[in-house]
Every structure is written in C-alpha cells, then in structure tokens.
C-alpha cells in the first residue's frame, strides 16, 4: 500500500522539489546563458550565416560579449570545479534516478520472499542475497529509496511552508510581531528534535506521515530564524525602499524581491535538511517507532538484520548493504549541500 502511494502521489513531491531548488539555482547562477542557447539554437536552423547573427548579438545582447570571455558566472564556475559538488551532484542524480525507475531496476518484488531461498549469499539472480524471510535484499534497498526521498520531500515541504513565509513576517515587519514569532521559535529550538519526534510517534503511532509530522515539529523553526535574518538584510536595501516609494503592498515587496534574493541560502539548507530527515527517519525506524516492515525502509531493515551480525557468512551482510547505501546517500547530499554553500557565498569562494 505504502508503496503504491510513494508511486502515484508523494513522488511527485519529491521531483517537485527537486525541480524547484535547480531551477532556482539556474536562476542564481545566472540566466544570462540563456542567450547563448537562443544563439546555438538559430544558428542550427541554418536561416541565418554566423556573421549575421554574431552582428545581431553583439548589437542586442550585450551580456554576450561577456558571456565569451567570463564564460559564466563566478558561482557556476567554481562549482564546477568543486569535486564535492561533481562527487554529490553524481550521487544525488543516481538516488534519484533509482526512485523514480525503482520497478524496472528491482529485480524481485520487494516484500515477497521465496521461503527457499532464505539467507542466500550474492548472485546473479540476488545480487546483495536474501534476507531470512527469502527477500531480495537488492530489491528493498532500491525500493527503500523511494521512501527516503517521500520522506525528505515531503519533511522539507512541510518545513518550508511553515518556516520561511513566518520568517519573512518577522524579519519585515519587525517590532511585537518579529518578537512573538521569534519567542515561539526560541522555545522551539531549545526542545531536543530526536526525543519530540519519539514522543510524537510514541503516542499517536507509528507512519509515514505521522514520522513526517514529529519531525517536522521542530524542524520549520530553522527556516524561520534564517529567513528572518534575510528579510532583516534585504529590507533595508535602496530597491525595497523605491518599490516602497511606488506604493507596493508589502506582500508584494515579499514575493517579488525579499524571497527571490533570499533563496540562495534557502537552498543549501534544503540541501542540507534532507540527509538529515533521511538519518532521523531511519533512526525512528530502527527503533521501531517509524516505517514499519514489511516496508523496504533502509533503518527498519538495519533493526531487522542487525540481530544476524554475528552468524555465519552470508547472514552478517544483510544489515551491510542497507548501511553502506544510506551512507553514500547521506554523504552524497552533504556534500551537494557543502558545495552549494561554498559557490553561492562570495566570501567562501575567495
């Protein structure tokens, strides 16, 4: 059931997501190629001869001539040579390929085991073995991948419709709303996050969407206080106080300038909070408050298989697989998420 539903519905928030966050990173790397790509375009189309159209671009697209000689913006070009980024972009492309072609790649079906096939080394036909219920384990780890990326889609979702548009109010207004809401986000941040998601699942019960909620309790304060600290900087700059001067509606100001010039930072903390919902998520699991089995979760598969590390080969493998998977993840995103912040932040880059 849980798996129909990754397929048809919360996926789609995941590539959602993901499509938002490279799109804005597009943007803030600089739009300005786009030229070139109108440039390449015309000059395939064989209507025009190249002379015509560089006379044409160097007329009207100014940005071009320096285009030739930057290339790109300083932003795109030290991320490029960044091997984090290169190492994490690879990794992070490769998880999500696997979620979204998880039922061509699996060669099993994740959830039926043949009885026997039981504790079956690696193979051709089950290329990490079986589990003890005769379960290929190569198939749940790629089916497990679907509920990772739900989980992080879904947690940052719900973060980030809460966390940024109160701390854009804080930061803009300012005064007794900036410090009521920030009250709220103090009490919060000083609540442990590990030990209010157990008690959160503790009493209303286990689940997908109920392990999204407990995290995501205290997860939204984050966003708060570093939208806050944006809209504090911004606001104060000479365009806000024109668009002011115009007559703009202060929700206006918000959407059109204040959130785009902030979502440089908005971005890497994405990057960075879903490793750390995808930790947090199998760890609940792993202590058997959080996806339950049979459901192909990576830390509910860890619970299970742990009690067999000290058996004989090939037992002891099951529970290795699932962890070596989740680290590359993890890694794979922290080091995207490091990239990212290095490239968008001058200071890093010098």
Known sequence: ????????????????????????????????????????????????????????????????????????????????????????????????????????????????????????????????????????????????????????????????????????????????????????????????????ALAFVAIFGPGLYKVVLAMAVTGWAGYARLMRGQALAIKEEPYIEAARAIGEKDRTILRRYVLPNSMSPLIVMVTMTFPAAILLSSSMSFLGLGIMPPEPDWGAMLNQYSKYLGAPMPAPLMSIFPGIVMIITILGFNFLGDALRDALDPRLRE
């Open 1 to 196: 059931m849980m798996l129909e539903l990754a397929e048809q519905i919360t996926f789609a928030l995941a590539i959602f997501v993901f499509g938002i966050s490279f799109l804005a990173l597009a943007r803030t790397f600089g739009t300005e190629r786009s030229v070139v790509k109108v440039y390449r375009g015309l000059k395939r189309s064989g209507q025009y001869r190249a002379s015509q159209l560089d006379r044409f671009l160097l007329q009207h697209f100014k940005v071009y001539r320096g285009l030739k000689r930057r290339g790109q913006s300083p932003a795109a070009r030290y991320f490029k040579r960044d091997i984090r980024a290169k190492v994490g972009l690879a990794i992070v492309l490769v998880i999500v390929f696997t979620a979204i072609f998880a039922s061509f790649i699996a060669p099993h079906d994740p959830i039926r085991g043949i009885a026997d096939d039981r504790f079956q080394g690696p193979s051709w036909n089950y290329p990490m073995g079986t589990d003890y219920a005769g379960q290929c384990i190569f198939s749940r780890i790629i089916y497990g991948t679907r509920i990772a990326l739900m989980i992080g889609a879904l947690l940052v979702a719900v973060e980030v419709m809460i966390g940024v548009p109160l701390g854009l109010l804080a930061g803009y207004r300012g005064g007794k709303v900036d410090s009521l809401i920030m009250r709220v986000v103090d009490a919060v941040l000083a609540m442990p996050g590990m030990i209010i």
